[in-house]
């Protein structure tokens, strides 16, 4: 279970999203280093690819309530598909879209996602890699 709410940093390096490993599990923490901000207190970093699309965190699947609606990374910005995303997905408690760093912006409220610990609140706590503030959530 998730502790406290998780604070995240946008992560400073933009990944490529057809890199082969992003799509799944691996040992290989390392891969992960060159993405993380430098002198930011956080929990966890909030991976963002090439096209600026957010993806997931080094740990968690992310989601966005905007409109009211829980929204999760579209599979195409290079996410691992993991296992309680593709059951909310199924059950209709989650939908998923592309999303932005302008999504942070909107959303109403934030959370990570993994089938070993479920839901935790987050929050975004540092700025993005263009050094505008983002808000917490």
Do not use: C, F, Q
């Not at 502790?3 to 490993?21: G, M, T, Y």
């Not at 691992?80 to 199924?90: H, Q």
């Amino acid at each position: 279970r998730w502790a406290k709410p998780v604070r995240l940093a946008v992560a400073r390096r933009r990944l490529p999203s057809d890199h082969p490993l992003w799509r799944h599990k691996t040992a290989r923490r390392d891969i992960y280093r060159e993405h993380v901000p430098i002198d930011a207190p956080h929990d966890d970093v909030l991976l963002v690819n090439e096209r600026g699309e957010l993806a997931e965190t080094r740990i968690a699947n992310a989601v966005l309530e905007i409109d009211g609606v829980l929204w999760t990374p579209h599979e195409s910005t290079g996410l691992l598909p993991g296992v309680l995303r593709a059951e909310l997905i199924a059950s209709g408690t989650l939908r998923e879209r592309v999303l932005t760093l302008a999504d942070l912006e909107r959303a109403t409220a934030m959370w990570v996602i993994n089938s070993l610990r479920g839901w935790g609140r987050a929050e975004i706590v540092v700025s993005s890699p263009a050094g505008a503030a983002l808000s917490a959530r």
